[in-house]
């Protein structure tokens, strides 16, 4: 059974930064491609960044040079660091897999529809 689950969740001040976690269980890890997302409230579920098997990064515009994605396959885990120089970073974070074959190769465009896995989500709130 294929499980994702999510820690590191919780409140940081503006300036500061988090470093979100995701432990997978239950496939062969170094196959899948990882990513982030979040939702802010009031707002639709956007991608954050991915990370294939090599160690390839994509991230979205406009956290480019404040988060970070890194994957440790020995753990089957990946993470998020968070570095907020704004609230504009209170959302909750979830962690989601796609199959990407051997190598774990990214396709796509980070759209949710494109990831078969998700963890539970997990709430980060930067205060100003």
């Known amino acids: 059974q294929v499980q994702l689950v999510e820690s590191g969740g919780g409140s940081v001040q503006a300036g500061g930064s988090l470093r979100l976690s995701c432990s997978a269980s239950?496939?062969?890890?170094?196959?899948?491609?990882l990513a982030w997302f979040r939702q802010a409230p009031g707002k639709a579920r956007e991608g954050v960044a991915s990370?294939?098997?090599?160690?390839?990064?994509n991230y979205v515009h406009s956290v480019k040079g404040r988060f970070t994605i890194s994957r440790d396959n020995a753990k089957s885990t990946h993470y998020l660091q968070i570095s907020s120089r704004k609230p504009d970073g209170t959302a909750v974070y979830y962690c989601a897999d796609s199959w990407g074959g051997p190598g774990g190769s990214c396709f796509g465009d980070l759209q949710d529809y494109e990831y078969n896995y998700w963890g539970q989500g997990t709430q980060v709130t930067v205060s100003s």
């Open positions: 239950g496939y062969t890890y170094t196959d899948y491609c």
């Open positions: 990370i294939d098997g090599d160690g390839s990064t």
